[in-house]
């Protein structure tokens, strides 16, 4: 069973910057995508970024030119990078696991296992 831990979260101004991190644990082996996504209420979860095992990235239009993700093989732990952020990034973020390289795409329905969720609040 793959579980995932989100931290990271919290609250800062216009145009600061925050790190999430996803603690990935259950995992052996094959090849994966972990992706983040984020999620307001009332609103469709919307895809942020997402990495597979050789290292292939993809983004998001609300992600472009501002968030960077990354991973750490031997700390199974990935990362989301956020910077310059906006009022319009306050959302719930969650981090995501899937088999194989189809996560890449950014559709939900291709991870299998999510984590609780990390607030992320930006004031103006």
């Known amino acids: 069973q793959v579980q995932l831990v989100e931290s990271g979260g919290g609250s800062v101004q216009s145009g600061g910057s925050l790190r999430l991190s996803c603690a990935v644990s259950?995992?052996?082996?094959?090849?994966?995508?972990m992706g983040w996504f984020r999620q307001v209420p009332g609103k469709d979860r919307e895809g942020v970024a997402g990495i597979a095992s050789d290292g292939s990235m993809s983004y998001g239009d609300v992600a472009k030119g501002r968030f960077t993700i990354s991973q750490d093989n031997t700390k199974r732990t990935v990362y989301l990078q956020m910077t310059d952020l906006k009022p319009e990034d306050t959302a719930m973020y969650y981090c995501?696991?899937?088999?194989?390289?189809?996560?890449?795409?950014?559709?939900?329905?291709?991870?299998?296992?999510w984590g609780q969720g990390t607030q992320v609040t930006v004031s103006s």
């Open positions: 995501a696991f899937g088999q194989g390289y189809y996560g890449l795409s950014l559709q939900s329905d291709e991870f299998t296992y």
């Open positions: 259950g995992y052996t082996y094959g090849s994966k995508c």
